[in-house]
């Protein structure tokens, strides 16, 4: 299961012109699902996102979580993040989860993230159109096994 993390002053998705989801300060998740993922992968990618310090302290460093800003998280279903891009000039998915595993991993995900937080969602399997305002940038690939 990967995650790209960018740390946003606000982001959005919609599906056919319909805002699905919408935040200010926080994270836009991107989450990809592999064939091998659990539930227990993903319950590790969430506890490592939630508390992943990527927010500017007093100081101006990277000491805070999204718990600590009081932030909002939008996750989004992408599942190009689990492309093989090794070889060649066409991405390859064999690696990529079904679309029924990807889906209820990706529910799951989403369940356990609400009830830690501010949670907004894309639409899973849909042709999304996301904009944000990245913050900095501040942009980062997570991944647990």
Same mark, same amino acid.
């Given at each position: 299961? /990967? ?12 599906? +056919? ?10 994270? =836009?998740?991107?989450?990809?699902? &592999? ?13 490592? !996102?939630? @508390?992943?310090?990527?927010? +500017? ?5 990277? @000491?805070?979580?999204? #718990? #600590?800003? &009081?932030?909002?998280?939008?996750? !989004?279903? #992408? ?6 891009? /090794? ?7 064999? /690696?990529?989860?079904? *679309?029924?595993?990807? &889906? ?10 609400? =009830?830690?937080? *501010? ?9 999304? #159109?996301? +904009?944000?305002? @990245?913050?900095? *940038? ?6 647990? @096994?």
């Amino acid at each position: 299961m /990967k995650a790209l993390i960018q740390r946003v002053a606000q982001a959005k998705v919609e599906v +056919s012109g319909e805002v699905k989801g919408e935040i200010q300060q926080g994270i =836009l998740l991107l989450l990809g699902v &592999e064939k091998t993922d659990t539930q227990d992968i993903a319950l590790k990618l969430l506890e490592k !996102v939630l @508390n992943y310090r990527i927010f +500017s302290d007093e100081n101006e460093r990277m @000491n805070l979580n999204l #718990q #600590q800003v &009081e932030g909002e998280i939008l996750v !989004v279903s #992408q599942f190009t993040l689990v492309a093989d891009t /090794k070889k060649g000039t066409r991405p390859g998915f064999s /690696k990529g989860a079904s *679309p029924e595993l990807g &889906e209820k991993l990706y529910d799951f995900f989403v369940e356990k993230c609400a =009830l830690q937080m *501010p949670t907004q969602t894309g639409c899973y399997g849909a042709d999304m #159109q996301v +904009s944000l305002m @990245n913050d900095g *940038p501040v942009t980062f690939m997570l991944e647990v @096994n």
